[in-house]
């Protein structure tokens, strides 16, 4: 079975660090697992760090204008772990996004039923009773699976709706993801230490061009698209436009970064098999490149 090291964690705990020196020590090539990363022109805001000596994948996958879907970052992270592999590299899947990375490693049955838009238009001049009452109609099933929270959440109920009616004309599921033998390590960080790390990324990214890389995608991003939504993007907005000081804009910025952090965390400690490393233990590297040989070179005693 083919290996597949995976890097995850909070923003601001060094997985990309991380990445680089295994990849150097292994011979690897790293996948980025971030949904903000794939956008092209979103650099500096998104804080996308591109290493010079390690090949990364899947920054700039799409347009910034576009949606980056679950399932489209799914086939092109496939096809990348296949590309290195094929080098006989090691592909090293390092980002912080739960979803991307659950798509890889434990990827739900429906990721790969297709968008319908036609539908999702006819969908979206329904309000949350018709829809729920439509996602009954053709999956009781999946309805009655639903919690409170989905069961009220629009977005949700039409992305059920477009599979349910999916589902209606087809008898068998795509798959494309094939199995990996994986090992997840993820970094972890004292609250105040990471609320203090994240303070001076938000500082070095204003000061690194985040302010004139938002006037220019002001005039190119609308409210609707997913990118709009990146972390710091209305603060920078609203200080370009003299509503806010630039204190204000570190603070805002600094704070929802952390409450993203704090989201990520609960995340991926729901996840099973990961192991973490606290980034302030000492000599953690040495520790990580001890479990990750070990791990590693077990593939040449199975085959």
Partial sequence: MQKLLVIC??????????????????????????????????????GKD??????????????????CSVSLYQAAAVHA??????????????????????????????IQI????????????EDVPELAKHLYEIDAKKFSSMNHSDLHNPRRLIRAIEVGEWKLHHKKIPTLVPSFDVLSIGLSCDEDILKERIHKRVI??????????????????????PAFSTLGFSQLLQ?????????????EWTRREYAYAKRQTRWFRKEKNIVWFDIHTSNNFAAIEKLVREWYTKKYYDN
């Fill in 9 to 46: 964690g909070a923003t601001a705990t060094g997985k990309t660090a991380l990445g680089v020196y295994m990849a150097k020590l292994f011979v690897g090539e790293i996948i980025s697992a971030d949904s903000r990363h794939v956008y092209k022109g979103l650099d500096i805001i998104s």
């Fill in 239 to 251: 200080y370009l436009h003299h509503e806010v000081t630039k204190e204000a804009l570190v603070a």
């Fill in 50 to 67: 591109i290493p010079q000596d390690v090949p990364v994948w899947l920054n700039d996958l799409v347009s910034v204008t576009e949606d």
């Fill in 204 to 225: 070095e990214r204003i000061d690194g061009g985040a302010l004139e890389e938002a006037t220019r995608l002001e005039n190119v991003l609308e409210v609707h698209m």
């Fill in 81 to 110: 772990i296949q590309t290195i592999q094929n080098h006989d590299a090691l592909p090293i899947v390092v980002g912080g996004t739960g979803l991307y990375i659950s798509s890889l490693i434990r990827p739900y049955d429906t």
């Fill in 114 to 125: 297709p968008r319908n838009m036609p539908l999702r238009t006819k969908l979206e001049k």
